[in-house]
């Protein structure tokens, strides 16, 4: 089975709000992902992922302050994806923006995007109607404020293309300065 690899920004702190909706409504949950906001998918296949790519990962974050932030609207995509957003999406931006920088045959979303928009999914793909619903329980529980000090490296399969018995993994942590 082809695995696939992913740098995020874990958000425990939003579990409490999105947990029960996002094991029904993404994908990613079930294959093991945290509640995060990503900072590059798809990364480097892992296999390619050597101990030269931990030392230029280790270092691009240890130049960036950890930094607090906040979600605080529910926003969508189509198709229809539901979605937290951070009230200042620039240092998730920033992240992904050094990332690119170092890595640029690895683009986020494998280029299927023009705008790389800092968001934690909820759902996707579900009936409207089903994720208005966790809309509406997860409002009350925002604003979530918290803290990225840390940047995950994770590896699995492709999330909606494995069993559940195939799981996503942290490879490494990199901490923000």
């Given amino acids: 089975m082809t ?7 874990a958000v425990p ?4 709000a ?26 480097l296949p892992p ?26 609207q529910t926003r969508w995509f189509p198709d229809p994806v539901l979605w937290l957003g951070p009230s200042d999406p620039a240092p998730f931006s920033a992240l992904t923006e050094l990332v690119v920088a170092a890595f640029p045959s690895y683009p986020p979303y494998g280029g299927r995007v023009a705008e790389v928009i ?15 619903a966790a809309e509406a329980e997860v409002r009350p529980h925002l604003p979530i404020e918290t803290e990225a000090t840390l940047v995950t490296l994770m590896t699995g399969p492709p999330p909606g293309s494995a069993p559940t018995a195939a799981r996503w993994t942290t490879v490494a942590t990199f901490s923000l300065a």
């Fill in 118 to 132: 800092p968001h934690l999914t909820i759902g996707d793909g579900a009936p409207r109607a089903e994720l208005e």
């Fill in 13 to 16: 702190a939003a579990e409490p």
């Fill in 18 to 43: 999105v947990a029960r909706h996002r094991s029904r409504f993404d994908t990613s949950a079930a294959v093991g992902v945290p509640a995060h906001i990503t900072v590059l998918y798809p990364f």
């Fill in 3 to 9: 695995h696939e690899s992913a740098l995020l920004v």
């Fill in 47 to 72: 296999d390619l992922i050597d101990a030269d790519t931990h030392a230029t990962l280790a270092r691009l974050f240890a130049s960036v302050p950890g930094f607090r932030f906040t979600l605080d």
